[in-house]
Each structure stands twice: as structure tokens, then as C-alpha cells.
């Protein structure tokens, strides 16, 4: 449902004492002149808050209702709306929460964007300069990024700059460093999939070592004796399921005591 005049965009990575902080000047007050210009604008008031998210579960919801309960607290914002790039690389601006939020940014629906810190809304240096010295400033919108101390609204941060360069430099010195360890596995040989084919069960005894998982593999040498004998794909897939042989959700699911999907066959 599209974001209204009234409504905000706020995806939940802030803590608890830095949302105190910018969303409830009457516990930590903002600088009084700032406030009384952010509590008194007459236009429709508007903000979203940006960040990546890592929590899951109860976690999530519970932070998800203390963000909503501070942000509801401000007569400048009203009802928020979240938006969670929940395991998404920030060296990708080709976020589903943060591509969102830009369309409501490019509607002219949001008036400030506020972030924990410039990390948080990306890495790469020349997007984020775009961001902040072009896409904000064309389409009016103020930005924050609380720990970093920016806000466009006091000007420029020089700071934030070189802050910018060093996340960059970060992200792909940090891919560098994966790269060299999976290449490093890989001569090694060892496996470098996290988990084990079906087929294949982990060596108790060395989980980096993989040993034949006797029950599944009848099924592999059944699939590839079908295979030389001409079946397609379509028709081993009958087959299967007309004997009942469990799909590899299910088989694993079985495996691990897992819930069972809906679909075993």
C-alpha cells in the first residue's frame, strides 16, 4: 500500500538510547532550535529511517514495537512504516527496503531519511556520495546518520567523507580476505559448500569430511540409472513420487527431527 503524505518509512537497526535520542526530545532533548523547527513545520511532515536488519524472530517484532512506540510518540512523525534489509549486502544498493524507500523518496513522500551510520545505508563511496550531495538534496530530503553526526540540515560533515572512503575500503578488503580463504580451502581440499549434498552426510567424527549417506544414495543411483536408461527429467520425477521416495526438503527434515513440509513426494 503506498506510503500517504502522513506516513514514514522506518526500518529498525537504530538502539534503543539512539532512537531515544532523535525521537524523544522530551527524555534526550534535540538541539532546541532543531526541534522547534522539526515539531512546528507546516508542510506534511515526513521521515524514514534506513538500516540493514539482523535480528530475527521475537527479536525483530520486539524491536520492531519499541521502534513504532518512540517514532509514535513525535507529533512531526506519524504512523511509521517499516522497511528491512534483512541479510542484504550494503556494498548492493539493489536492496528490495531500500529501493522502496527511494521510490517514496523520488515521490517526494519522505522529508528526512536517518540512518545509525553511513555504514548502514551503504558501503560503496561513489553511490554514497551521489546519495548525499545529489538524489537528498534534489528531492528536499534531510539526512541523518546519527552516529557519524551528520545531518544536512548543520551543513557538511567533512568527516563523513573520509568515513565513506574507509567503508568502502572495508567491504572490499573484507571480500578480499574471503576470497583468498575459499581459495585457500579450495587447494586445500576441502569442500567449500557449508552443507552437504544430498548423497552425503557430514563425518561425524570430521565435519570438514563427507561420507556417503547409504539411504539417499540409492536414490542417486537410482535417478542416474533412469537417466542412462532414457528417462527425462519429468518421468524420473513421476516415478519417484509414485514409489513415495521423500523430496530432499523432506528426506532432510526427517534427517533433523525439522517439521515436514506440506509436499513430501
Known amino acids: 500500500m503506498p506510503l500517504t503524505m502522513e506516513k514514514h518509512a522506518c526500518v529498525q537497526s537504530i538502539s534503543y538510547s539512539l532512537l531515544y535520542n532523535w525521537f524523544c526530545p522530551a527524555v534526550l532533548p534535540l538541539d532546541e532550535s532543531l526541534a522547534t523547527a522539526l515539531l512546528h513545520r507546516k508542510e506534511p511532515k515526513r521521515c524514514a529511517v534506513c538500516d540493514q536488519l539482523f535480528l530475527t524472530g521475537s527479536n525483530r517484532a520486539k524491536y520492531c514495537k519499541v521502534c513504532a512506540f518512540i517514532v509514535r510518540r513525535q507529533s512531526w512523525i506519524s504512523e511509521p512504516q517499516f522497511f528491512v534489509d534483512d541479510g542484504f549486502s550494503g556494498t548492493s544498493f539493489q536492496r528490495p ?43 528536499d530530503v534531510r539526512f541523518i546518520a546519527i552516529n557519524d553526526d551528520v545531518d544536512s540540515a548543520k551543513g557538511e560533515n567533512d568527516f563523513a567523507v573520509f568515513k565513506n572512503v574507509f567503508n568502502d575500503y572495508y567491504a572490499k578488503d573484507t571480500s578480499k580476505k574471503i576470497r583468498a580463504v575459499v581459495k585457500m580451502r579450495g587447494e586445500a581440499g576441502e569442500h567449500l559448500a557449508s552443507n552437504s549434498p544430498y548423497g552425503y552426510i557430514k563425518d561425524p567424527q570430521d565435519k570438514k569430511k563427507w561420507i556417503v549417506d547409504e539411504e539417499a544414495a540409492k536414490v542417486v543411483q537410482r535417478i542416474f540409472n533412469l537417466c542412462i536408461a532414457g528417462k527425462g527429467p519429468m518421468q524420473i520425477a513421476k516415478i519417484l513420487t509414485t514409489d513415495r521416495v521423500l523430496i530432499v526438503t523432506a528426506y532432510h527434515a526427517r534427517q533433523k527431527g525439522w517439521a515436514m513440509p506440506e509436499n513430501l513426494y
Not at 540512518?115 to 560503496?124: A, F, M, P, Q, Y
Not at 554514497?128 to 545529489?134: K, N, R
Open 97 to 139: 527496503g531500500f529501493q522502496e524507500m527511494m521510490r517514496y523518496v523520488e515521490d517526494y513522500s519522505v522529508f528526512a531519511v536517518i540512518v545509525k551510520d553511513l555504514s548502514w545505508l551503504g558501503w560503496e563511496y561513489s553511490y554514497m556520495v551521489w546519495l548525499q550531495d545529489f538524489i537528498f538534496p534534489t528531492y
